[in-house]
């Protein structure tokens, strides 16, 4: 096989990306349940994304906690909780919403002798619901960033991948959307890098890598790669 093993990122990649907009609503309907200011709640929200992301918070609580302290202000428990089920909300319904074509293809890999991997950037609020996912059955090695403690693009993140998956880079396929340069240094570990770029996804251009790499606009078109 021309691959030993097909590597995917979560959002954007296999499930959509969330609409920002409706993302930037709901951390303003958070802090109207904190009775914080909405615009510096977003701002910090958005301040703490890698902590969120390498795990330094174990829970959007945590998280909220943090900002609320960064206001200066104390917030009940039980708000807080409230807070963070609305998040929690958010991530379940862009976790548990695989696009059209994931399982198929991902079904296709697997029952032609294909390794999958997942490489995610994520809280740990995902990995819970991603346990729940039609997906997670046919992905034989997950790995979270809030789980290793580093995000992509950082090169460690991929070893890990590949080493759980007892392959080397250069025998990987790795299917993106192109968040930060996640694959350009896909590319430099060795494996071969293509970007997914679906029509209608464009709120997150702005956080896209300049690529000048492959691309593709459907995950069937992953196949078509494998010839």
């Given at each position: 096989?021309?691959?030993?093993?097909v590597?995917?990122?979560?959002?954007?990649?296999?499930?959509?990306?969330?609409?920002?907009?409706?993302?930037?609503?709901?951390?303003?309907?958070?802090?109207?349940?904190?009775?914080?200011?909405?615009?510096?709640?977003?701002?910090?929200?958005?301040?703490?994304?890698?902590?969120?992301?390498?795990?330094?918070?174990?829970?959007?609580?945590?998280?909220?906690?943090?900002?609320?302290?960064?206001?200066?202000?104390?917030?009940?428990?039980?708000?807080?909780?409230?807070?963070?089920?609305i998040?929690?909300?958010?991530?379940?319904?862009?976790?548990?919403?695989?696009?059209?074509?994931?399982?198929?293809?991902?079904?296709?890999?697997?029952?032609?002798?294909?390794?999958?991997?997942?490489?995610?950037?994520?809280?740990?609020?995902?990995?819970?619901?991603?346990?729940?996912?039609?997906?997670?059955?046919?992905?034989?090695?997950?790995?979270?960033?809030?789980?290793?403690?580093?995000?992509?693009?950082d090169?460690?993140?991929?070893?890990?991948?590949?080493?759980?998956?007892?392959?080397?880079?250069?025998?990987?396929?790795?299917?993106?959307?192109?968040?930060?340069?996640?694959?350009?240094?896909?590319?430099k570990?060795?494996?071969?890098?293509?970007?997914?770029?679906?029509?209608?996804?464009?709120?997150?251009?702005?956080?896209?890598e300049?690529?000048?790499?492959?691309?593709?606009?459907?995950?069937?078109?992953?196949?078509?790669?494998?010839?």
């Amino acid at each position: 096989m021309k691959y030993q093993a097909v590597i995917f990122d979560l959002f954007g990649t296999l499930v959509d990306n969330y609409p920002l907009a409706e993302s930037n609503d709901a951390c303003r309907q958070m802090a109207e349940e904190l009775s914080v200011p909405p615009d510096d709640f977003l701002t910090l929200w958005i301040k703490t994304y890698d902590k969120r992301m390498t795990g330094v918070f174990k829970n959007y609580q945590a998280c909220i906690e943090h900002i609320c302290q960064q206001l200066g202000v104390r917030v009940p428990h039980n708000q807080i909780d409230l807070a963070a089920s609305i998040r929690f909300g958010v991530t379940k319904g862009e976790v548990t919403a695989p696009r059209e074509e994931a399982v198929e293809v991902l079904s296709y890999l697997k029952s032609n002798g294909y390794k999958t991997g997942l490489i995610s950037n994520c809280s740990f609020e995902t990995t819970i619901i991603w346990k729940e996912t039609t997906l997670a059955p046919l992905i034989d090695v997950a790995v979270f960033s809030c789980l290793v403690g580093t995000i992509k693009p950082d090169p460690r993140i991929y070893q890990i991948a590949v080493e759980k998956l007892a392959v080397n880079p250069e025998e990987c396929l790795y299917i993106a959307d192109g968040i930060g340069q996640e694959l350009t240094s896909a590319s430099k570990l060795g494996m071969y890098a293509v970007q997914i770029r679906v029509p209608h996804d464009k709120d997150y251009d702005t956080y896209r890598e300049e690529w000048n790499g492959p691309v593709i606009s459907l995950l069937r078109e992953v196949l078509t790669l494998l010839e």
